[in-house]
């Protein structure tokens, strides 16, 4: 079976801090994600990596980072957390081919106070 | 970018009922998945089905990509099938990496 963990299934945070959310995939996948889920605005995606360093945005970029140093892990990266950061984050990987399903981790809920 | 809209937004069946659930997405796609998200949060993934007909049990998903439009069907209905459930597709010309972009959900709800 496919395993995406997460390091915190809840976290609480205040503004300004640094915030690091990591997850790990045991299953050699090249991709990984990072999404926000929000009541009324659904899961859009922040950031995706294809590769070990490689990185793209997604729709939503702007205030996190992201950096892939093990094939395994993806770290998602708030620089100075903000409250309209409080949301759920879902991370998920996938195999860079023509079949690509995506599997995703079970979330960690951030409250940014 | 691609639009992902999904029908019915909210769903109450009695347990035993049959029901359909549809999306439609505004452009070709490479990847199309069903989700069922419990109450925890978790994405529990139900088809990979970009095209054609799968079943897994009681569920069942078609695709018709010339159409650009998917089904997913629940039969017999548990009170389990509860929840939130997902029509995410993949954004981009393929090939091997982009982000899903998701509709907004129909959230289901089977009373006993």
Partial sequence: DVKVTQSSRYLVKRTGEKVFLECVQDMDHENMFWYRQDPGLGLRLIYFSYDVKMKEKGDIPEGYSVSREKKERFSLILESASTNQTSMYLCASSFWTSYNEQFFGPGTRLTVL | ?112
Avoid at chain 2, 33 to 46: A, C, E, K, Y
Avoid at chain 2, 74 to 96: H, K, L, M, P
């Fill in chain 2, 1 to 112: 970018g691609i639009q992902v809209e999904q029908s019915p937004p909210d769903l109450i069946l009695q347990e035993g009922a049959n029901s359909t659930l549809r999306c439609n997405f505004s452009d070709s796609v490479n990847n199309l998945q069903w989700f069922h998200q419990n109450p925890w949060g978790q994405l529990i993934n139900l088809f990979y089905i970009p095209s054609g007909t799968k079943q897994n049990g009681r569920l069942s998903a078609t695709t018709v990509a010339t159409e650009r439009y998917s089904l997913l069907y629940i039969s017999s209905s548990q009170t389990t099938d509860s929840g939130v459930y997902f029509c995410a597709v993949e954004r981009g010309s393929g090939g091997g990496a982009d982000g899903l972009t998701f509709g907004k959900g129909t959230h289901l709800i089977i009373q006993p």
